[in-house]
């Protein structure tokens, strides 16, 4: 297995550098608050551990210059995003610059084998382009609710044949390193507070809307999981109880009005009805219809097509707008593949959002999209681990 800071003197070291990337001994010195030499001696050992490594000389601060130090420049971690319809997997140094990325579409109804099979064989596609020697941490996000603690998925309603398959303990045999296992739009929401636009607010709501809904909550800097990682399943809070059948066997719930299946529904009723045009052509061309033709539809000012949009936003919205009363967040993100509807959604969640909640809740509140696409996710998964395997001690 890899080195691992031995305290957590060595543990806030090597989060600075994460974050901030190299620095010098005395900016390390006034970051952590040590002596010269409690820092020298910790900075000596994590070098010796190969975790960092010395790089020249800082600027003079008035006196004998400073020696640079960064984390190692072998260090790779990579992240994984499984979703119900693609893979992403991407491939990270210590500082979680991308490496390399690759996706690919792979339905995860296939189940955990065939899936994962897919996952290591673009892991060493990576290493074609960049043979890393050896892996430090491995994150993955998948579509469902995951016990964290266990590394598994637990009865996730879109992942058949996935129930507790131990994903942690079978990628961690392969790759030979640690691994964490996370809902999907937890990671995101974590790649949105390392990279994105959650980069300076501690607390805030990523709001995923794809295959399914979900919310990743932030609270102070740290995912807020729950006492059994169900958090923020917000797809599942129920409108109708008449409402259409949702894939966890309930009626009614948000995820069946407005997901990326939902939005493909309403487009074949829209077109089998004549009501959309542009969807009729749009079908009568592909044969089939998804939420980007939806989108498609409403910028070309299509009048079934935005009325699906401005409902379904209205839906979402009011959801929000309770969790917005509740939680009293500094900043919401919309994310995922339904989020491509773009500012049409936006700005009917934003007008629900603002007219249901306390204006004390959403007097300085941001609504916006994210702006990391696919990426947040990948991003995310490596943070998820790097926070453990440098950080957390």
């Given at each position: 297995?890899?080195?691992?800071?031995?305290?957590?003197?060595?543990?806030?070291?090597?989060?600075?550098?994460?974050?901030?990337?190299?620095?010098?001994?005395?900016?390390?010195?006034?970051?952590?608050?040590?002596?010269?030499?409690?820092?020298?001696?910790?900075?000596?050992?994590?070098?010796?551990?190969?975790?960092?490594?010395?790089?020249?000389?800082?600027?003079?601060?008035?006196?004998?210059?400073?020696?640079?130090?960064?984390?190692?420049?072998?260090?790779?971690?990579?992240?994984?995003?499984?979703?119900?319809?693609?893979?992403?997997?991407?491939?990270?140094?210590?500082?979680?610059?991308?490496?390399?990325?690759?996706?690919?579409?792979?339905?995860?109804?296939?189940?955990?084998?065939?899936?994962?099979?897919?996952?290591?064989?673009?892991?060493?596609?990576?290493?074609?382009?960049?043979?890393?020697?050896?892996?430090?941490?491995?994150?993955?996000?998948?579509?469902?609710?995951?016990?964290?603690?266990?590394?598994?998925?637990?009865?996730p309603p879109i992942m058949p044949g996935?129930?507790?398959?131990?994903?942690?303990?079978?990628?961690?045999?392969?790759?030979?390193?640690?691994?964490?296992?996370?809902?999907?739009?937890?990671i995101m929401a974590l790649g949105e507070?390392?990279?994105?636009?959650?980069?300076?607010?501690?607390?805030?709501?990523?709001?995923?809307?794809?295959?399914?809904?979900?919310?990743?909550?932030?609270?102070?800097?740290?995912?807020?999981?729950?006492?059994?990682?169900?958090?923020?399943?917000?797809?599942?809070?129920?409108?109708?109880?008449?409402?259409?059948?949702?894939?966890?066997?309930?009626?009614?719930?948000?995820?069946?009005?407005?997901?990326?299946?939902?939005?493909?529904?309403?487009?074949?009723?829209?077109?089998?009805?004549?009501?959309?045009?542009?969807?009729?052509?749009?079908?009568?061309?592909?044969?089939?219809?998804?939420?980007?033709?939806?989108?498609?539809?409403?910028?070309?000012?299509?009048?079934?097509?935005?009325?699906?949009?401005?409902?379904?936003?209205?839906?979402?919205?009011?959801?929000?707008?309770?969790?917005?009363?509740?939680?009293?967040?500094?900043?919401?993100?919309?994310?995922?593949?339904?989020?491509?509807?773009?500012?049409?959604?936006?700005?009917?969640?934003?007008?629900?959002?603002?007219?249901?909640?306390?204006?004390?809740?959403?007097g300085n509140l941001p609504i916006v999209?994210?702006?990391?696409?696919?990426?947040?996710?990948?991003?995310?998964?490596?943070?998820?681990?790097?926070?453990?395997?440098?950080?957390?001690?």
């Amino acid at each position: 297995m890899p080195p691992r800071p031995e305290n957590r003197h060595q543990a806030r070291l090597l989060g600075l550098l994460r974050d901030n990337g190299p620095q010098s001994r005395a900016e390390l010195g006034d970051g952590v608050h040590m002596s010269r030499s409690k820092l020298a001696i910790e900075v000596d050992r994590l070098t010796e551990l190969a975790l960092v490594e010395p790089a020249g000389l800082a600027a003079s601060r008035g006196g004998r210059r400073s020696g640079i130090v960064r984390l190692s420049p072998a260090m790779r971690f990579i992240g994984v995003d499984i979703g119900a319809t693609s893979i992403d997997v991407a491939v990270t140094n210590g500082e979680l610059e991308v490496l390399g990325h690759l996706t690919e579409p792979c339905d995860v109804r296939i189940g955990p084998e065939k899936v994962l099979d897919r996952v290591f064989a673009l892991v060493d596609k990576l290493r074609e382009v960049d043979p890393f020697p050896q892996v430090h941490g491995v994150g993955i996000g998948v579509p469902g609710p995951v016990s964290f603690r266990e590394g598994m998925p637990v009865i996730p309603p879109i992942m058949p044949g996935w129930d507790r398959f131990p994903i942690r303990d079978v990628v961690g045999r392969r790759l030979g390193c640690p691994v964490l296992v996370d809902n999907d739009v937890n990671i995101m929401a974590l790649g949105e507070l390392h990279s994105g636009v959650a980069r300076s607010i501690d607390d805030f709501l990523l709001i995923k809307i794809g295959t399914g809904i979900g919310c990743g909550i932030v609270v102070g800097g740290e995912i807020y999981r729950g006492i059994s990682g169900s958090a923020g399943d917000i797809g599942h809070i129920r409108l109708d109880d008449a409402g259409p059948m949702c894939v966890c066997g309930n009626a009614g719930c948000l995820e069946a009005y407005f997901s990326g299946a939902a939005l493909a529904r309403e487009a074949r009723a829209a077109a089998d009805s004549g009501a959309s045009p542009f969807l009729v052509r749009r079908l009568a061309s592909n044969g089939t219809l998804n939420g980007r033709d939806v989108g498609d539809a409403a910028a070309a000012g299509d009048p079934a097509a935005v009325a699906i949009v401005r409902e379904g936003g209205m839906r979402v919205g009011r959801v929000i707008a309770a969790l917005v009363s509740f939680l009293n967040p500094g900043l919401l993100i919309i994310g995922g593949g339904v989020a491509g509807l773009g500012h049409p959604l936006l700005a009917e969640i934003r007008s629900v959002v603002y007219r249901q909640s306390l204006p004390l809740a959403t007097g300085n509140l941001p609504i916006v999209l994210s702006e990391l696409g696919g990426t947040a996710g990948v991003i995310g998964a490596t943070r998820l681990i790097s926070d453990h395997v440098l950080i957390a001690h």
